[in-house]
């Protein structure tokens, strides 16, 4: 949901499209620099949200931010521009930071890891006793953009000294173009035991529910609304009902305009439509 007019106006929007969680960035997500929250944006983000039927608000960290850049200057600029982002989650009461991992840049995938878990260890180090958790989300692959095999995204907390503090924050659109197919029931199977494995399901934070414009294991980030992509309604249908994902957070990352409200609902409706025939 936008935050123009104030961060507190997210929560406004979410309420009246019929939201449980919403996803906000804490500030322009292609900007380095933004004011501190004034005391009162603060009190009426959260009197805002204690307003609504809003369960969950999560929040999406910059795309300017790369935690793995090669490059020593863009790099702990990140790490600034991240702990910033993790200070104001801090500050709204906000429980999971989404972060992209970050691109190895040219370094390879090895020195990509290593960087990203130094730049999450400094984060770590300077937001010690935050509540805010740092959820990593999965990626599709594109160009040097690490953490698009569970296998790699493990690797990535492993190497992180607090790591029981990060979470995992699972894409459908950056699932199917990595090559998890989720169309199929043994392909769904087989993309969760392989994430259990690697991760473990108990890690799991949030989830962004987006369709895809491209084929499987493309390796392009490019999302589209549900049921009109590549993935379409079945996989969605899956994680709906899943049970082992009960109560965690899903988010549209797609605004179809004035049809939101209308979709929000047709999910919702989905949801107790399969859990009323078990």
């Not at 095999?149 to 690797?155: L, R």
């Not at 199929?184 to 987006?210: C, K, M, P, S, V």
């Not at 993935?231 to 797609?254: K, S, V, Y």
């Amino acid at each position: 949901m936008s935050i123009a007019g104030g961060v507190s106006e997210a929560i406004v929007r979410g309420r009246d499209t019929g939201c449980e969680c919403v996803q906000i960035f804490t500030k322009s997500s292609r900007q380095w620099a933004a004011k501190p929250y004034a005391k009162e944006e603060v009190q009426a983000f959260k009197k805002a949200l204690a307003d609504s039927r809003i369960r969950m608000v999560v929040a999406h960290d910059s795309y300017l931010l790369n935690l793995g850049a090669p490059d020593e200057k863009l790099r702990k600029r990140s790490v600034e521009g991240f702990i910033d982002e993790l200070e104001r989650c801090e500050l709204l009461g906000v429980p999971f930071l989404i972060a992209h991992p970050g691109s190895h840049v040219g370094s390879g995938e090895e020195a990509g890891i290593k960087t990203i878990a130094h730049s999450i260890d400094e984060a770590h180090k300077a937001c010690a006793g935050f509540k805010t958790r740092v959820a990593l989300e999965i990626t599709a692959g594109q160009g040097s953009n690490l953490g698009y095999k569970f296998e790699q995204m493990g690797a990535i907390f492993d190497a992180v000294k607090e790591n029981g503090r990060l979470r995992l924050c699972f894409d459908t659109e950056h699932a199917f173009a990595a090559g998890y197919d989720l169309r199929t029931d043994e392909g769904y199977e087989r993309t969760f035991a392989e994430l259990d494995q690697y991760i473990g399901l108990e890690r799991l934070a949030a989830f962004h529910l987006n369709d895809s414009l491209k084929p499987l294991n493309s390796r392009v980030d490019r999302h589209e609304h549900i049921g009109k992509g590549h993935l379409g309604l079945e996989a969605f249908r899956r994680l709906l009902n899943d049970p082992r994902l009960a109560g965690l957070p899903m988010c549209l990352e797609t605004d179809p305009g004035p049809e939101m409200k209308e979709i929000v609902a047709d999910l919702r409706q989905l949801h107790k439509l399969l859990n009323s025939s078990d």
